[in-house]
């Protein structure tokens, strides 16, 4: 039986490779059977070639690529550099998940609220005696600067939160002691003995960054360059193009945007080889003299201020505009409020958070289940599932993928778009949760079931009776992880679903850039606040579970002492 | 070369782990402290060393000639430390572990002829390229040593740097730290539950530190 299911989870997360692959080579050479494109060529090549504001298109998509991923890990090191170990670590590791939680298109809507040039920081500033009128603003600039900003500093504690379990691995404190006993300040060593174990440890993190920086659509059309778009964007364009005849010039395009990912991928790979392989000297170029500070100088409190400050602001910012009825510029704060938008949107918010939530919680339970099922496979038969097929999902563009798992769904007739929509949810949400539960497994004690085993449960009972109740908090957080990861989807719903199928995430990405900020607020928030909910939810359920635990485990103790404390001797 | 704790005392706001320790190390002499698990042992070294945690507070003084070095951070004080882990750098090979405890001052083939040659007095000079993983406890411990010894410290902290050898090794390598200390003339503070590791000649004190006996 777990055999079988191991197979059906290679087959349902394989799959759609095949499909992704083909549907996007293929009609990249204008072959596409269904629209009557019999005959392969290589115009879409050269069709994409001739567009004028390509060549700028790249360069966007390469610079928020990598420009994103290497702020974002620079920020990282820097504050893991300043804030490891220290006491105020403890801090700055409660806010991770909070922050995680907040999807990047929520963040988005705030980023945008908080620096357009009606935004709250020009309102400061003009309240500050500033006049800004025809101040340069980050939000939809030319350069993508704001579009660069926000997916740093949203990725940064992403990239924190995979660092934890990195720097677990490393003595960190003690290599840190060494190395200041051979004469090297706290930078320096983090520098020359951490960061080359951190980086290599880090890659996949890094590289899952990188592919959604570049290929990141809905942010993108939310903070973005309007004239010209970034890649992914110009894909998008175009594959909503109403002329059918141009789909081979999109998917070339997202041939284009899959490779641009690759080489991506590959700079940042060649990059770490070079500082940490081939240019090795200097991390054995000795101590320099002299640049210590003192004990206590590299306490600096205000440095993960803005990271916080930022996800904050662009919360309050939301709540406010979604409450705000009059709220001019330069005003600090709305004049009059009311709950008028609320109101009017109740009735399509209830529809879409239905859609939203169903879909999460069918993708994350057939996600959850096929992820458990493959960790007890590998426990059982030492061997999980391949590496590339967890890693692909996430450092792939999805939006290539996707084009070509579209296409490949208009060989099969009928309208399953809730089959596909829901499939494609769990392609994406599949890896995330496998991940989420990976380090439990690994951890839990396999002699306990051995234990049980020998007394007399059946393989059934030993995991419902020992394993599932230790493992519960771990599953429960794992469940929020993929739901929060799926209702955060907004290009697998719009491109399976053919648009026929809404949730908040692809109608607040729609409202993003209409004119009433009032609505764009109210569906930005609860965008936001879905996933939120589900972590509360989680993170009641695992304390509930142990406290559950604990107390029967008190009780049967308290039933033991009584029997003891029965008998006289014992008295 | 002299080590002096002078008055030190150390405590949290919770308690006060030992008060007003005083005594010398002196150049070449490894003294030895003793005492049982929890008692502060390796809290002493890392105020020396410099890498208490701030929720300990320290006072008195340990000078090095004459210098306190107590309000030095601990990459100035010039004082190396020896663990129970032998902690080379994992992704360094051999020799490169070796040279990035040279000063700066000796700069490019000359670090790498430096360490080769350090290889080389130890009998070890075929491990050059090879990575910490691929050696073995004993080897790993000696250029764990030498690479302290190269950054040239003032003083020397020993904490248990025998206890995880097993008894051949463990004899072999007291014998090859107490010489090369004892080579350079370097004061050496030694942690230790075992009595087998206090060295002929040498001072132990016990807890409470304040008895002092010669083996």
Known sequence: ????????????????????????????????????????????????????????????????????????????????????????????????????????????????????????????????????????????????????LALAIKETPFLLLMSIAVLQQIKVTQLLSVASALGYSHKQAWLKVILPQWLPAMRLPIFAVAAYGCSVVDVALILGPSRP????????????????????????????????????????RALEWYLLQYCRQWQVAGAHAAQSQGIGSRRHYLLYTPFVGVSVMAVVLLLLWSFAQRWRFPDLLPTSYSLRFWQQESLSLLKLSANSISLALLSSFCALILAIV???????????????????????PQLSLLFGMQISTYFIPGNWYWLWVAWSHLFFVFPYLYLALDGPWRNYDIRLDQC???????????????????????????????????????????????????????????????????????????????????????????????????????????????????????? | MTLSLQNLTIGSHEQCLFENISFQVRAGE????????????????????????????????????GLNVLNLPPDRRRIGI???????????????????????????QKRQDKALATLKRIGLSKLSDKMPTEISGGQRARISLMRMLLSQPHAVLLDEPFSKLDKVLRSEFRDFVFTELTRQQIPALMVSHDEHDIPVGGLALHWPWHQRDKR
């Open chain 1, 374 to 396: 493959c960790l007890e496979y590998r426990q059982k038969y030492q061997r999980g599932l391949p590496a590339w097929l967890i890693a692909l999902p996430m450092i792939l």
């Open chain 2, 30 to 65: 490894v003294v030895t402290l003793m005492g049982p698990s929890g008692c502060g042992k390796s809290t002493l070294l890392s105020a020396i060393a410099g890498h208490l945690s701030p929720v300990f507070s320290v006072q008195g003084a340990v000078t090095l000639n």
């Open chain 1, 1 to 148: 039986m777990i055999r079988a299911l191991y197979f059906i989870t290679l087959f349902i997360c394989a799959l759609p490779f095949i499909p992704g692959l083909l549907g996007l080579i293929l009609p990249a050479f204008s072959w596409l059977p269904s629209l009557g494109m019999l005959t392969p060529n290589v115009n879409a090549f050269t069709l994409l070639a001739s567009w004028p504001g390509l060549s700028h298109s790249v360069l966007l998509t390469l610079l928020t690529g990598l420009g994103s991923t290497v702020l974002a890990v620079l920020f990282c090191f820097l504050l893991l550099r300043q804030y490891w170990n220290s006491p105020y670590w403890q801090r700055i590791e409660l806010s991770l998940s909070p922050m995680l939680a907040i999807p990047h298109i929520a963040f988005a809507i705030g980023f945008a609220f908080t620096f357009s040039s009606t935004g709250w920081f020009f309102r400061t500033l003009e309240a500050l005696g500033f006049n800004t009128e025809g101040w340069f603003s980050i939000i939809r600039d030319q350069y993508a600067v704001g579009l660069l």
């Open chain 2, 82 to 108: 020896l663990f129970q882990d032998d902690l080379l750098f994992p992704h360094l090979n051999i020799w490169e572990n070796l040279a990035f405890a040279l000063p700066r001052a000796l700069a490019g």
């Open chain 1, 229 to 268: 778009v970034t890649l992914s964007v110009l894909v998008w364009q175009w594959f909503n193009d109403p002329d059918l005849s141009l789909l081979p010039r999109a998917a070339v395009s997202a041939l284009l945007l899959l490779s641009i990912s690759l080489l991506i991928l590959a700079l940042i």
């Open chain 1, 452 to 571: 049980a085993r020998s007394l007399g449960f059946n393989g059934w009972q030993t995991w419902w009776r020992v394993k599932r109740p230790l493992l519960l908090p771990a599953i429960c957080l794992a469940l929020a992880v993929g739901i929060s990861t799926s209702l955060a989807q907004y290009l697998p719903t719009q491109m399976l679903g053919a648009g026929r199928i809404s949730t908040i995430t692809t109608e607040a990405v729609a409202l993003a850039s209409g004119q009433d900020r009032r609505v764009s607020a109210v569906y930005g928030l609860l965008q936001g606040m879905l996933p939120f909910i589900f972590f509360t939810l989680a993170i009641a359920a695992s304390r509930y579970s142990l406290r559950a635990n604990r107390s029967h485990q008190q009780k049967r103790r308290a039933n033991a002492d009584d029997i003891i404390a029965a008998k006289p001797h014992y008295r």
